[in-house]
Each structure stands twice: as structure tokens, then as C-alpha cells.
């Protein structure tokens, strides 16, 4: 067993490098690299790396580490990134192109505060700002999960079932440089999980083609529709390859939703990331009280798994989401799509909270405010913000 003491990027960087040493039969793996707080650890793990058959290339901006991906890809090699905030915000042109050219690219997402004003503390904006992009997201809670997910990441973006990027996220600092002990995959492992990087429509020079040329509206329809069936295969792909994962490295990997105490529940509370973690002590904690509490963690935000939530919610009747993040004039994302997805499938009171936004510390008082407050409502209304110094 590979148990070591290290940091949520560092668990990011060491399965990103693994993945891109399996791939040294096939056509390599390239990594476009640009530092910004707080993902830079990765990629500065990656570089240090003596690849087989790979590249690590250096560029001067963020919207060029994506380009640089996306010129490997199309040569078919296994290609990743990573980026955070205003950095992902400047790549946003090339985080599009990606996933309508069908790239199996992976890019971990530390996620952090957008500025101005400027902020290097997690809120998850960043990342949730590409919801429609056609990228694969999936939040992490544990610096395990996120060694774990990343090469889950691989082997699900490259299936030709799928053939779509993937982000894997993780809160900034609170994950990405807090040290945890792990059980990090060997490359023999890596080398049995991930198969050769296939791309089928990458680049042939003895068959040129114009790529990403005009289009008339029936081939962009047609495009679109091709891309929502990807995204719709994702739930059962992931997990056929979550089954594959435990066969080969002893462990379950998290799939899509994770319930916890859920089956006798009267109310369920929702939350994704690190503050899944405290939620899930919270409801111990009220359920030593006799309180019939349960909680439902979101990994995979996009595609979401609507009907996954829907069986998870059957009669329910109070439903609290927990956002650490924010759309202007609106509320929290993941409360939005909760709402959104349960719309027609029961009498449920949905409840928003703004909690942790900017980074604020989300500690148990916090979410016991929260449980708290669900537990005597009888209506909805606006999401309800906390942290904020009266």
C-alpha cells in the first residue's frame, strides 16, 4: 500500500503524471502549463517529471495552456492542464473550443474566488461558469478523491462513448494545500486502468481536413445533438469505469451523487466539496437527537444526475442546498439545478444557502444554523446568505 502524507495538488499532479507516463506506448502525453494561485503546485510537479514519451511546455498565458492541449489532442496525445479563478476566466474561448472539437482533455480546477476584488480563497464560480460548456465536472471533497477522480477523469474523457473534456475541482487551499495521508496509485496500476489514448478523429496528414471551418445551422444542430447524447451517456460510462477502479486499486471511487443517511430522511440537506465533509458530521450529530436528517453530496455537476436526485428525494418534503458560490441577482448554482431538476417530481421545499462564498471558513456552527432553519420551515424563499459580519 502507497500511503503518503501530501497536498491536494500534490495528489492532483501525481495522477496527472502517472496518466501521462501510461500513455508512452501510443502517441505521449503533453501538458500546457501556466502558474496562477493556488494551482501552480501542480503543474510544477508535473514539470519535474522524466517522461517516456512527453512534454511539458511552458507558455506565456492560460488561454495558450489550452491551446496547447488542444493541438496535442488533435495529434491524438493524452493531454491536461490546470488552472484556477481568473486564469480559467482568460482560457474561456479555448475551454469552449475543447469540448465542441470533442477533446478527451483533463484539467484539474482549483477552485477559487473570481476578482475584482481580488480573492485567492475557494469559491466554486470559477469552475460553475462553464456549466454549459459541454465539459464533464466533477467536485472533489478529500485530497484521496482527488487522486482517485483524476484518473477516473482520464479513462471516462477518452472513452469514444464519451470523447468529451473533463474538469476535476477541488477547493482552493482547504483541499489543494491542506496535507492528508493517501493511498497513491503506482504506475503499474495506472498502466493496467488506462488504456492507450485513442482520439478517432485526430489529425492524419495523409488525410487533410479543415477543422472547425463554417457551418450551416443544420450541421451545428446536428453537432449540438451529438454532443448532448455524449453527455448523456456519462452516468452509466463512469460507472463502468468506478467498477473497473475498485477491481484494480482495492477502493471504491465516488460516483455522481453520494447519500448519506437518506433512507428514513424527512429532510435532506445538499452540499458538494469539502463542506460535504462537516454536513456529514452535522448530521451525525442531529441524528444522536433523534432528528431524521440526511445529506446528498454532488460530484458530478455537469451532466447532473437529475434522476439520481429525484429517486434520492422521493418523498422529501424540505430540501436544503449549501452553495459556495454565488450568481448575481439569482443565488447559489447548485440550488438553482436542484430546483430546476426537481420541478414536476413532488411537493418539495427547496431552500437555498450561501455559505462559504469568497472563501469563508463553512465551520459546524455554520451548517447547524442551517439544519436548524430547514427544520422549521414551512415555505421557501430567497437563498439565505451566511458569514456575513452584521
Not at 61 to 85: D, K, L, W
Not at 125 to 132: K, V
Not at 346 to 365: A, R
Request: negative net charge; proline residues 5%.
Amino acid at each position: 500500500m502507497n500511503m503518503q502524507l501530501v497536498t491536494g495538488n500534490h495528489a492532483a499532479g501525481h495522477s496527472m503524471s502517472l496518466a501521462a507516463e501510461a500513455n508512452r506506448n501510443a502517441r505521449g502525453s503533453v501538458c500546457g502549463i501556466y502558474p496562477i494561485t493556488p494551482q501552480t503546485e501542480i503543474v510544477e510537479f508535473v514539470a519535474r517529471q522524466p517522461f517516456s514519451k512527453g512534454k511539458v511546455i511552458p507558455v506565456e498565458s492560460e488561454h495558450s495552456a489550452m491551446g496547447v492541449c488542444i493541438g496535442a489532442a488533435m495529434n491524438g496525445a493524452r493531454s491536461f492542464t490546470a488552472s484556477s479563478s481568473n486564469g480559467l476566466a482568460y482560457m474561456a474561448e479555448n475551454v469552449m473550443v475543447a469540448a465542441f472539437y470533442r477533446l478527451p482533455i483533463v484539467m484539474a480546477a482549483v477552485n477559487r474566488t473570481l476578482g475584482p476584488p481580488w480573492n485567492i480563497w475557494a469559491d466554486q464560480g470559477d469552475s460553475l461558469m462553464f456549466r454549459d460548456f459541454a465539459w464533464v465536472q466533477l467536485y472533489c471533497d478529500t485530497n484521496q478523491d482527488v487522486a482517485d477522480t483524476t484518473l477516473l477523469a482520464f479513462r471516462l474523457a477518452e472513452d469514444p462513448r464519451v470523447m468529451l473534456p473533463v474538469m476535476v475541482c477541488m477547493d482552493a487551499f482547504i483541499t489543494s494545500h491542506t496535507s492528508m495521508e493517501i493511498e497513491l496509485a503506482t504506475q503499474d496500476q495506472v498502466d493496467r486502468f488506462l488504456p492507450d489514448c485513442k482520439i478517432p478523429h485526430r489529425l492524419d496528414p495523409s488525410h487533410p481536413v479543415t477543422v472547425g471551418g463554417m457551418t450551416m445551422p443544420q450541421e451545428t444542430l446536428t453537432h449540438r445533438t451529438d454532443l448532448d447524447a455524449a453527455m448523456r451517456s456519462v452516468p452509466a460510462v463512469l460507472d463502468e469505469h468506478r467498477a473497473r477502479f475498485r477491481d484494480i486499486f482495492g477502493r471504491e471511487v465516488s460516483g455522481a451523487l453520494t447519500a448519506y443517511r437518506t433512507d428514513d430522511a424527512d429532510r435532506i440537506y445538499i452540499a458538494s466539496g469539502t463542506i460535504s465533509i462537516t454536513l456529514r458530521d452535522i448530521v451525525d450529530e442531529w441524528r444522536a437527537k433523534g432528528e431524521k436528517v440526511g445529506m446528498i453530496r454532488v460530484k458530478q455537476f455537469r451532466p447532473f444526475p437529475a434522476e439520481q436526485l429525484a429517486e434520492l428525494c422521493r418523498g422529501v418534503s424540505r430540501l436544503g442546498v449549501l452553495d459556495r458560490n454565488y450568481s448575481a441577482g439569482t443565488g447559489g448554482i447548485f440550488w438553482q439545478e436542484v430546483r430546476a431538476q426537481l420541478q414536476g417530481q413532488g411537493d418539495h421545499l427547496v431552500q437555498g444557502y450561501l455559505v462559504g462564498v469568497g472563501g469563508g471558513d463553512v465551520v459546524p456552527e455554520t451548517i447547524r444554523e442551517v439544519v436548524a432553519d430547514l427544520g422549521k420551515r414551512n415555505r421557501a424563499e430567497a437563498p439565505i446568505w451566511k458569514g456575513i459580519e452584521q
